[in-house]
């Protein structure tokens, strides 16, 4: 991250994806019109999205993959791999992995709790809470929920990406983060542009632990992971680079330097990954404390789901609140389709969530609450040799699968 945001973000990748996906790899009869009450129609053949799991996780290169997609008939799981490459332990639905950026939609959740009880505002000025913050008596707190802050984003510096590949268990401050990105010229004035910064999820991060007086992984846990029974998911401290078991390992190619402008391999480079002679790293013990607030999360695919239903479905908010966090996604000005994003939430096709990617894991959880659709994926290579986001490639295929053209 590189990772974290080196795209202009991973959520409009995948919403490019899902139209990426060739025509045939629609189930065979799978409406594409609306319903009389416009709401689209669906096709759910659970052969077909495990053949295409299974197709494209090894197309992908992947060690390992996890699937679920849930429907009112039901769960459709699947695995495939190992935890390890060239491991013999097989992936299962149990195993914890890393959830990269999909721990924004938690940071920015208790933000928008907070909001609710009337102790912050989305009007308020980041000033307010933040004076050193460039044009901060400008950026208004909806305007860091929604990435139009202007302030760039910390995680694309040469200093984090060479500090990653140097010091990989080093522990890091949110405060230094912060500081990285805010010493960084701003983008744009506030509210004249987007541009996905992490930058903007570990300040709302600190400004929580401001407001409650408590660390952010205490904070998670009180209104987040214990009122939702999210027994699996966890904020690690910052100097606990571990996973609880079970767990994969994550892998990924090259250095975090080398992969601060493009996730593609270099030609030579590829053609030795697909040849299986040149191998991914293991990443698995990183320390994920670089990407705090906007992406320091572990979980398993299980209790993503359960999260990501409560995040599109309710259960987080209240209702009126609730209904203008959905209806605060708006296209994003890039130069893919159907990219929409708002207060701390993406939204994918029809579905509502998020994608996440650190090195070594990429995730896509999203849920539909017109249909009751839910869809996680997750792989333990990110990205590909040739890219592309494993997790979110995989998820997009389901999309056209289920919802047609």
């Not at 990989?168 to 996905?196: I, S, T, V």
């Not at 789901?305 to 995040?311: G, I, P, R, T």
Request: hydrophobic share 40%; with cysteine; net charge negative.
């Amino acid at each position: 991250m590189s990772r974290l945001g080196r795209r202009t973000a991973a959520v409009a990748a995948a919403a490019a994806l899902a139209l990426a996906i060739p025509a045939c790899a629609v189930a065979p009869g799978a409406p594409s019109a609306t319903s009389s009450a416009g709401v689209r129609t669906i096709s759910v053949d659970a052969d077909a999205l495990r053949s295409t799991f299974t197709t494209l996780a090894t197309e992908l290169g992947v060690p390992g993959a996890a699937m679920l997609v849930r429907t009112p008939q039901g769960d459709i799981t699947a695995t495939f791999g190992t935890t390890e490459l060239h491991g013999s332990t097989p992936v299962s639905l149990d195993d914890h992995i890393r959830i990269g950026s999909n721990t924004k939609t938690m940071t920015t959740s208790v933000i928008l709790q907070l909001v609710q009880e009337g102790r912050i505002s989305l009007s308020d000025k980041v000033a307010k809470y933040r004076p050193d913050v460039p044009n901060g008596s400008r950026i208004t707190i909806e305007q860091l929920l929604t990435m139009r802050s202007g302030l760039a984003n910390y995680t694309t510096t040469l200093e984090l990406n060479t500090a990653l590949d140097e010091q990989p268990q080093r522990a890091w401050d949110p405060e230094e983060l912060a500081a990285m990105g805010l010493a960084l010229p701003p983008l744009f004035a506030p509210g004249d542009g987007w541009a996905y910064s992490n930058t903007n999820t570990v300040l709302l991060g600190l400004i929580a632990e401001q407001l409650e007086k408590k660390p952010l992984a205490e904070i998670f846990q009180e209104r987040l992971f214990t009122p939702l029974g999210l027994r699996e998911t966890s904020y690690p401290a910052a100097d606990d680079s571990s996973m609880p078991v079970p767990y994969s390992h994550g892998y990924m190619y090259s250095t975090n330097v080398d992969t601060i402008e493009s996730s593609v391999l270099p030609p030579d480079q590829l053609a030795q990954a697909k040849a299986g002679t040149l191998l991914p790293g293991d990443a698995t013990n990183l320390n994920p404390s670089w990407a705090g607030a906007a992406g320091a999360g572990i979980s398993t695919i299980r209790d993503l789901a359960h999260w990501v239903e409560a995040l599109g479905g309710g259960g987080l908010l209240d209702p009126t609140l609730q209904k203008a966090r959905l209806a605060s996604v708006q296209p994003v000005p890039v130069a893919l389709p159907d990219a929409q994003y708002g207060w701390g939430i993406a939204k994918i096709g029809p579905l509502y969530g998020h994608t996440g990617e650190l090195p070594g894991y990429n995730s896509f959880m999203g849920y539909d609450p017109a249909q009751k659709v839910t869809i996680v994926v997750w792989t333990n290579l990110a990205p590909a040799a040739d890219g592309r986001p494993p997790a979110a490639t995989i998820a997009t295929s389901f999309i056209k699968l289920i919802y047609g053209d």
